[in-house]
């Protein structure tokens, strides 16, 4: 292995929730006035933490989501989550490598503690992702496309930026592990590869990711 640490984003690379989650999103906007579809949701606020969404709604419109707002989706999420939640095929695979390899590994993702918890008791990722492996954007004052989160992992993990590596499906966290001086390798199942521009490299299935980082 080539890295010191490998950071995870959460939302479309561990737990396949990216669909869920931005199929309500645009639903729940849209019902508040502010039509929105699917694809409008992936492309504008996949890998967003909640801010970005209030900060673009009130650039756009000039108004304010209701104070509730991210109680109601969060809400509905986690209630979809109960229903339909999966861990991304193949990532039990890469993460038992990495453990056999003793390679230090986290989740950084824009999703609040409570979410990337709820995902990971559902799906049983719980069992590889202890406390001391969580970083959320709630731990730092920026979220993705800012570098905050990633250096804020890397800090607490004990490894300098240039030893990390984050896998990442989001041009939003493309761009926050390139600014952190960090090699990013975009997972292209959701988002098209051209939208991944700068990433270190590409794949489109988790049984290619091992092969990338060794």
Request: aromatic letters at 8%; hydrophobic letters at 40%; charged letters at 25%.
């Amino acid at each position: 292995m080539r890295y010191d640490l490998v950071i995870f984003d959460n939302d479309g690379v561990l737990v396949d929730s990216e669909p869920i989650s931005n199929r309500l999103l645009a639903a729940h906007l849209t019902e508040l006035g502010h039509p929105t579809s699917y694809e409008d949701s992936i492309r504008d606020y996949m890998g967003s933490a909640m801010h970005r969404i209030h900060d673009l709604i009130r650039e756009r419109t000039g108004q304010r989501l209701p104070e509730d707002f991210d109680d109601v989706f969060h809400g509905r999420v986690f209630a979809a989550f109960a229903r339909e939640l999966e861990p991304v095929d193949g990532v039990v695979g890469v993460l038992e490598k990495l453990a056999a390899d003793e390679t230090p590994y986290c989740v950084a993702s824009s999703g609040s503690h409570e979410r990337i918890r709820v995902g990971h008791r559902k799906t049983g990722l719980d069992r590889w992702f202890d406390d001391g492996r969580i970083f959320s954007s709630e731990d730092v004052g920026r979220g993705k496309p800012a570098p905050d989160l990633f250096l804020h992992a890397a800090e607490r993990m004990g490894v300098a930026p240039e030893r990390c590596v984050v896998v990442e499906d989001s041009p939003l966290g493309v761009r926050a592990a390139v600014a952190a001086g960090m090699d990013v390798y975009g997972f292209t199942a959701m988002t098209p590869a051209a939208k991944l521009a700068g990433a270190t490299g590409l794949f489109g299935a988790m049984g290619e990711l091992a092969d990338l980082l060794a």
